[in-house]
Every structure is written in C-alpha cells, then in structure tokens.
C-alpha cells in the first residue's frame, strides 16, 4: 500500500515564485492535513481538511492555500514563496478528524 | 494555545539500555500518541492511547497515559541501532486538531 504519497520530494525555488505541493491519499480517509516541520519546533499543522468539501485554517495558514480536489488528494499552494518558508512539509490524513493520522514522506523545500 | 513539553530533547546511550522519555502539559487530552520519525522519512505511529492509565506496548515499547490526562511516557527496553530516530508525542482534545511535542532525539552508541 501507497499510504500518503507527496510529490515533489524536494524543490528550489526563487523568492517570489509560486509552487503547489501535491497529496494523495489511497486510504480512503476522510481528513486530511498540512504540516511544517521546522527544527525544534516539532510539527505545526498549516490547514486540515476534516472532510471533502471543507478546509480550515491550522495553526500557521499565512502565506499558504490549499485545496480538497476530491477525497484523495490535498493540495498545498504557495503563491509567493519567502525565505521564511523554508522547511519540509508533510501531508497526514486520518479516518475522520482527531483519530491518529498517518504520515507521508514529506517535500522538502529551499526559497532562496 | 495547547502547549506539550517533551523531555528530553535528545539523547546518547548505550545499546542495550531501556530508554525512558515523557510529555507534559498544562492542559487534559483525551488521547496521546506516540510517533517515531527517521531521517528523510514521515513521522509513523507507534503507539496510540486512549485512557486514563492505559499501559500498551508494542513489541519493546511501552507507553502510558497519565492517570492525570496532562502526561504521557514512551519507554524502549533494550534498545538497539534502529532505534535511532526522532521521538514526537502528540495529544488532542475534543474539538481541537493533534499538538506535537518538539521531538526527543535518541542516538545510540553501538
């Protein structure tokens, strides 16, 4: 089994530029989220998707969108990468929200 | 916001020996979790708690709820090289999305 498939693995990008991480799921889960993960600073959950249909905001949404494209992918959009957003970014989902999530392998991403 | 406090942040023993590290808050979850991350790779599951005082473990792990709901453990016995890795605890209350710990390092000396 796939679980949690991100894409891309790793990324370069300018300030300024616009990018969209991509998740998908073949768990048939419900909920789906949004972490960066930055050193020392455990996980920090951006946006979540409790179910298709919906998003909310996490804990840090600036300079971040997302879209629930249907019940298996989720997608993350920087429109203006800064330097700031450096950091590695991982896509969960869990059965229906607040159940134990599980994890994909991450994209990891430089803004020079 | 909910705050969890994992210690310690990292440590260095011995192959062979039990390790021991926890999670605190000031505020009552009503589950705790624990996740192990490798290099390069997404944090997975290992343990799940639901319980007030459930004890559960899988294979050398062992993890507690605190009878208290603000605490939870993760012990390892006999740790081995593969153990090497992040350790995050998470909790969640109703309503609220999963808080992560920082992280405890664990690097072990073969």
């Known amino acids: 089994n796939a679980g949690v498939t991100q894409t891309p693995k790793f990324q370069v990008l300018k300030t300024g530029q616009s990018m969209t991480l991509q998740c998908a799921q073949d768990?048939?889960?419900?909920?789906m989220y949004w972490y960066r993960q930055d050193p020392g600073m455990g996980l920090r959950l951006i946006y979540y998707?409790?179910?298709?249909?919906?998003?909310d905001k996490g804990e840090v949404p600036n300079g971040y969108n997302v879209s629930r494209l249907n019940k298996r992918e989720f997608s993350l959009r920087l429109e203006s990468a800064a330097p700031s957003q450096t950091s590695v970014y991982f896509c969960?989902?869990?059965?229906?929200?607040?159940?134990?999530?599980?994890f994909g392998d991450g994209t990891r991403l430089s803004i020079l | 916001g909910q705050q969890l406090n994992q210690s310690p942040q990292s440590m260095f023993i011995q192959e062979g020996e039990d390790v021991s590290m926890n999670c605190t808050s000031s505020?009552?979850?009503?589950?705790w979790l624990w996740y192990k991350q490798d290099p390069g790779e997404g944090p997975v599951l290992l343990i799940a708690?639901?319980?007030?005082?459930e004890l559960t473990s899988n294979g050398r792990l062992t993890a507690q709820f605190g009878i208290t709901r603000k605490d939870s453990f993760l012990n390892i016995s006999a740790s081995i090289p593969s153990d090497v890795g992040i350790y995050f605890c998470?909790?969640?209350?109703?309503?609220?999305?999963?808080?992560f710990g920082a992280g405890t390092i664990l690097r072990v000396k073969s």
């Open positions: 969960a989902s869990s059965k229906i929200d607040n159940q134990p999530q599980h």
């Open positions: 768990m048939n889960h419900n909920s």
């Open positions: 998707s409790a179910s298709e249909g919906t998003t």
């Open positions: 505020s009552i979850f009503n589950t």
């Open positions: 708690l639901y319980k007030a005082g």
């Open positions: 998470a909790g969640n209350q109703y309503g609220n999305k999963l808080v």
